[in-house]
């Protein structure tokens, strides 16, 4: 499990680093990009775009939790709702598999793993 929130932690920072170089003006919020926000006891990162339906990939996670929660969006994916889909996530050495079974979002219009 600490496997796991390493590499989630690595993930994250390496993402993270370089919108944290650029000044705010500099990223259009019209094209995904990362950003992250807590609330009650969560925090999630996400790469879409704020304030729209667009989400690729978030993480979510609870504090005092030993999980973390992946969501993957494809609104282009040609998969059919149901169909075993593999993820591959990886950041420098640190590397986490995970497949689920692909799920319709209503939102977006195409399918989604948790």
Sequence with gaps: MKQ???AFLAA???ALLP???L???AQDEEKPHWFGDSYDNETVLVYGIPDSDYVALSFSCEQGKSTVN???QGEE???EEGTLLLVRLAAGREKIEFSDRARLNQDSGGVELK
Aim: net charge positive.
């Design 12 to 14: 994250a920072m390496i």
């Design 70 to 72: 992946v969501n993957v």
């Design 4 to 6: 796991i929130y390493r």
């Design 77 to 79: 994916s040609s998969a």
């Design 19 to 21: 919108a944290a170089l």
């Design 23 to 25: 000044p705010a003006a």
